[in-house]
């Protein structure tokens, strides 16, 4: 399949596989899992970082100016969601923008929610993703009291971290957070660090890596690179106009030229790369076991034959779905334009959506529109071409849809895969 295929998936109607509906035979359970990002608030931010990818779909999606999903729509989503998983866990994650300006009763409402659909022996939790500005006392007690688990948008120490994640009125921001790790740990709150690695902070690794793990006591990281197109406002993946894709290791493949097809604040792949690797090695020699790191503990799990613990690195996307305040729900949290949008959760059960041929199509094509040099790769197994949103450019022979990233992901393999292949042999001789 092509990268044409993608595009086509996108026209085809939501109609849902067999395996939308609960099977009652006696075959294995839990055939019904996926996952929505939950944004209820829409893009409504308190802050205004400039990398943000998600600020702009207030004007793409036509949001309105304080979007707030209503009581009826987030009954529907949270009926839905839970009636349309098998297992014995249910896990909602809540995003946004900033999902705390909805508010606490909001939140408490959602919580009422969830136990009036809690079937009995099913476990809900969930995840909170913030900026942490509105985290006060009143908050972390509500917050592990239910057993919320924080992801805490911070990007590094004091000097990294005001860079870009500045207020409305360009205020530096990274105060307001410390408080709130204060305050989480005054009141048990479980949470771990998100981290947007960005043109300015990539080149500090092993300062961001020490500031999370030995000053904030972070024992989960996730490290998500900033790749963003020039033309990524109004434009979806695979949407682009294929005359402006530059071909890998070019400047226009960089950031910081005024034709690159990246802005500015896009980390550059090499620098990506390097990053990957002061971060492992430190990892490796100080804190394995300890600090899990999203990138490395898939990687291990990989090398040992394991499924990918991330949609990135796996062979197939399609069971992450995203659902606006609107209740329209879209084929991932990085593809919320209306090219990819599947339907409204008040219209169809979100099983027949996750669980339909137009998704298995977005799924399948994250792997069946791989160019060739992919294809060939040593590390295939390992990366997948990483997410389809970043397949910005051209491989050196000029086929389309290589991924942007690539050269930091090559170098980080060809340093990683050995001491990943040592640490692997160890873990199985431990099992
Ligand atoms: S498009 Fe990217 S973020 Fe979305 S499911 Fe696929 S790999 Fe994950
Ligand atoms: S490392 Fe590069 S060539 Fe190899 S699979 Fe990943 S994106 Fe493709």
């Known amino acids: 399949m092509t ?50 990818f998600y600020l702009h779909k207030e004007d793409l999606l036509h949001q309105p100016k304080q979007p707030k999903m209503d009581d009826e729509t987030l009954e529907a989503f949270v009926k839905s969601y839970i009636e349309s998983q098998d297992g014995d866990e249910v896990v909602f994650s809540w ?20 136990k009036k659909y ?15 500005i509105l985290l006060n006392d009143e908050w972390c007690e509500f917050l592990a009291q239910n057993n919320f688990l924080v992801g805490l948008s911070i990007d590094g120490p004091e000097e990294i971290h005001n860079k870009y994640r500045v207020t409305r009125s360009g205020k530096p921001t990274f105060h307001l957070v410390m408080n709130a790790v204060e305050t989480m740990k005054k009141h048990g709150v479980r949470f771990n660090a998100l981290v947007t690695v960005n043109n300015h902070n ?16 972070v024992t989960y990281i996730q490290y998500n690179p900033v ?37 500015d604040w896009s980390v550059d792949a090499d620098d990506w790369g390097q990053f990957l690797i002061a971060t492992f090695e430190e990892w490796v020699n100080n804190d394995l076991g300890r600090v899990l790191v999203n990138l490395f503990e898939t990687a291990v799990a990989q090398v040992m034959g394991k499924p990918s613990q991330l949609c990135i690195t796996a062979e197939f996307c399609g069971k992450g779905l995203a659902i606006e305040h609107n209740g329209d729900v879209f084929s991932c949290d990085h593809y919320v334009y209306p090219e990819y949008k599947l339907a409204n959760v008040k219209d169809r059960p979100l099983n027949e959506m996750a ?4 998704q298995q199509a977005f799924g399948t094509a994250k792997r069946d529109s791989l160019p060739k040099y992919c294809s060939e790769c040593p590390y295939l197994k390992l990366c997948w071409g990483e997410c389809p949103k970043n397949r910005l450019l051209k491989t050196p022979d000029g086929e389309e849809g290589l991924n942007y990233l ?25 099992q």
């Open 202 to 217: 990539v080149k500090h690794p092993l300062e961001v890596y020490r500031f999370l793990t030995q000053e904030l006591g």
């Open 118 to 132: 809690q079937p009995a022996g099913v476990r809900i939790e969930n995840d909170l993703q913030t900026n942490g």
């Open 406 to 430: 690539c050269p930091g992901i090559k170098a980080f393999f060809d340093y990683s895969l050995p001491i990943l292949t040592g640490i692997s042999v160890l873990l199985g001789q431990n």
């Open 227 to 263: 790749v963003e197109p020039s033309d990524f406002k109004t434009t979806a993946p695979q949407f682009w106009n294929d005359s402006m894709i530059p071909t890998v290791g070019s400047e226009l493949a960089k950031p910081g030229h005024p034709m690159s097809v990246v802005t």
């Open 3 to 52: 990268k044409t295929s993608m595009r086509a998936s996108t026209m085809l109607d939501v109609v849902a596989l067999k395996s939308a509906y609960k099977d009652l035979s006696d075959k294995p359970q839990y055939q019904r899992r996926f996952h929505v990002m939950a944004k209820p608030g829409g893009a409504k931010c308190n802050i205004d970082c400039q990398y943000c």
């Open 355 to 358: 669980f339909s041929i137009r």
């Open 95 to 114: 995003q946004g923008g900033e999902p705390t300006l909805l508010g606490l009763d909001y939140f408490r409402q959602i919580v009422t929610l969830q």
